[in-house]
């Protein structure tokens, strides 16, 4: 009888996982929008037992607080941590080309 709950549990839990990729997507949708509680619960699941994703999540967090701490700018009065106008138009024409050239 317990050799076939169990059964039962895995079956039910292997047709409500998500894949990595479905739970990559999500994870950084979250960010941005709220997650229905189907989709909520399906990622906390994957969460659960996937380890690559847990790190995808850490390293998510980490890229959102520096995005986050970029635009807040730099709070030192002698900050020089922005690009000057020569440089900033450099990048532009470079990143242009390459555009073009696909």
Same mark, same amino acid.
């Given at each position: 009888?317990?050799?076939? $709950?169990?059964?039962?549990?895995?079956?039910?839990?292997?047709?409500? $996982?998500?894949?990595?990729?479905?739970?990559?997507?999500?994870?950084?949708?979250?960010? @941005? *929008?709220?997650?229905?509680?189907?989709?909520?619960?399906?990622?906390? $699941?994957?969460?659960?037992?996937?380890?690559?994703?847990?790190?995808?999540?850490?390293?998510?967090?980490?890229? *959102?607080?520096?995005? @986050?701490?970029?635009?807040?700018?730099?709070?030192?009065?002698?900050?020089?941590?922005?690009?000057?106008r020569e440089a900033g138009l450099k990048i532009q024409q470079v990143v242009g080309r390459e555009l073009n050239a696909k």
């Open positions: 009888m317990l050799k076939k $709950m169990k059964y039962r549990v895995m079956v039910f839990m292997s047709r409500r $996982m998500i894949a990595c990729d479905e739970a990559s997507f999500l994870i950084s949708y979250r960010y @941005d *929008n709220k997650l229905g509680l189907y989709r909520w619960m399906g990622l906390k $699941m994957h969460l659960l037992t996937c380890h690559l994703c847990r790190k995808y999540v850490r390293q998510i967090k980490e890229l *959102n607080l520096a995005v @986050d701490r970029y635009r807040e700018g730099c709070a030192h009065p002698d900050c020089q941590h922005h690009l000057d």
